[in-house]
């Protein structure tokens, strides 16, 4: 089973804390402070479905190249004003090569 990321997996530095991450155009009053800009960019490919061959025990992915591949969103970070400002978050670069993904044994896994 594949699990997303959290958002603690995401970013650094936004553990402990109140952070409100938002497209940039979403408007926000003055009781927030500006911690930080996001950049995300679209990856070249989508997966849209996937394969499982039961006899090798492999999950292939279907993929198709991303009609957006390259638009950038960028998202604001926000926290009220008087709790810490400290710009300390960073986004982790996911990259993983997708032509092949092994599903683990279901005796290696403990069920």
């Known amino acids: 089973m594949y699990v997303a990321p959290t958002p603690f997996g995401l970013v650094s530095g936004v ?3 109140q952070t409100l991450i938002l497209p940039e155009d979403f408007p926000v009053t003055g009781d927030f402070q500006d911690v930080g800009t996001l950049t995300r960019k679209e990856a070249g490919s989508l997966i849209i479905g ?3 061959n039961l006899r090798d025990n492999t999950l ?3 993929i198709i190249p991303n009609p ?3 638009r950038e969103h960028v998202f604001h970070a926000w926290r009220l004003v008087g709790s810490s400002n400290e ?3 960073r986004l982790h670069i996911w990259r993983q ?3 092949r ?3 683990q044994d279901s ?3 403990g069920f």
Do not use: I, K, M, R
Request: charged share 10%; no cysteine.
């Open 60 to 62: 292939t992915p279907e």
């Open 101 to 103: 993904l092994t599903v």
């Open 97 to 99: 090569n997708w032509p």
């Open 15 to 17: 553990a402990h804390t």
């Open 68 to 70: 957006s591949a390259g």
């Open 50 to 52: 996937y394969t499982f």
């Open 87 to 89: 710009p300390a978050f």
């Open 107 to 109: 005796q290696d896994s």
